[in-house]
């Protein structure tokens, strides 16, 4: 639609609240104007999207005026735009021989958009200076997000940072989102490393850790972060988890999710027992652990009767296991909890005809937590830590490595088990235990203790809650994905 349609319709819609222009050419000083105008007076606006067809880049020029003459009633604003004009010339007045003359120079806002909480950037090449002048006007800004389109070359993101500083003092979550790991990771680092300490949440797609360059700058935030999420993320560094879980007290959430939306991260349980966490008032957390193994080669659920004094080094693993399972069960308002064991083997390394026996069956087995889910057996001095999480009164949805086709899993997990969680989890409503169902399961003839779930909790769904990823989407399968991490 031409801009000129577009503006003559706006017109007769002085009352719209949401407003999304997809243009694809505003390249005359008249149809700034005239747009300029149109928007201005759209007097209950609150949503505004200014986006643009691929490959065109129309706001260059129009931004400037545009930008002055939002109404103040905004409150949510996407930007997609590239690199827009250097001098940031106004088109305000028209000329004798223009079409709007006698409509008079465009009237510019001169207060700031008082109302507006959240800017979203959608950034498909390096933004430039023109961008950062806009922050002057969102006092009250509470949401920045930036959407990025494709791999970009250097920028001057962090160029951003003193403005959002010097205006935007109410600043409380930094969004990131990007299709691939390909982003500007460094830039954003030095971007959120120079805001105010306000922030609460930060949320951060495809972001690669390697070096644990953001651990500094979280500690930065420490005292009022309540809600961290990368997702899509496999390279999040052990000491950056370490990091959060020490020293933000106030963390509600804490998310580190694989492309396939399993618990990820590069946390070694050496990592995470070093320290105590300070974050005991967390209500959601998902994470991959690289627990180790043991020396012995034959599975300790399957010693009967269970050896009694593991050597030296298998005791010393049993030690660091304890620590990790009473920091967990520590967390007594935990409501979602996703643990996935985590090993360093590539999939894609083991020869297809090994898939389901032989070195597989070890990558499966240390995908469990060793008894953790299980209550052990004082006469036969088995272990077991499942009473250790008895004080997780709250939990809700109990995810990772649960899984009943794990053989460990599937070996402890008994009906005792079973009866435990119905009486100490009263509010449990998805426990992962089986395959992704379309409907939640009634009855298991499979595993007949399990139907005990849904006598005591006719509520709850123990398959997985999410569904399979296609084939396109992943190399693993449904299956694999329920079991184990696989970086």
Known sequence: MAIENLCYLLSFNPSLSHLKIVAHEIDTPLKIRLLARAISNLKKLEHLELESVLGADPWRDALPTVFLSFPETLKSL????????????????????DFDFQDGPVVLRQEPLSQLTKLT??????????????????????????????????????????AARAHCHALLNFIVRQPSKHGPDTEMIQLLAGLNPTLETLSYDHFQDEASLIAPVLQRYCDNLRDIRFRSCRALHGDTIRSILTFCAVLERFQVLNTDGTPG??????????????????????????????????????????????????????????????QVGALKELEVLGLQGGIHVSIEDVEEADRYDGYEDDMREQAAF??????????????????????LTKLKELRGSIHMA????????????????????????????LEYAEKIPKRVPDYPHLNLFMKHLPAIDI?????????????????????FTVV
């Open 370 to 391: 060793p008894q953790l889910f299980a209550l052990g057996n004082p006469k036969t001095h088995k272990r077991g830590y499942l009473t250790w999480l008895g004080g």
């Open 121 to 162: 950037l959608v950034v498909y090449n390096a933004l430039d200076l023109s961008h950062y002048g806009i922050l002057q006007h969102m006092p009250n800004l509470v949401t920045l997000e930036f959407q990025f389109l494709q791999e970009l070359g250097e920028t001057n993101l962090a160029a951003l940072a003193p």
């Open 406 to 433: 794990s053989p460990e899993i599937a070996a402890t997990l008994g009906r005792r088990e079973v009866l435990w969680m119905t009486e100490h989890w009263p509010c449990l409503k998805v426990i992962e235990l």
């Open 265 to 326: 991260g590069s946390a070694t349980i050496e990592d995470l027992v070093t320290d105590e966490w300070a974050c005991t008032g967390i209500r959601h957390l998902e994470l991959a652990v690289f627990w180790g193994e043991f020396e012995e080669n034959e599975p300790y659920y399957l010693q009967t009767p269970p050896k009694q004094h593991p050597p030296p080094k298998d005791q010393e693993r049993w030690n660091l296991l304890e620590k990790l399972y009473i």
């Open 463 to 483: 398959c997985r809650s999410r569904p399979p990823l296609p084939p396109s989407r992943s190399l693993k399968s449904p299956y694999e994905m329920d079991i």
């Open 78 to 97: 996407v930007i997609r735009a590239g690199n827009a004009s250097q001098d940031g010339t106004l088109h305000v007045t028209p000329e004798e021989t």
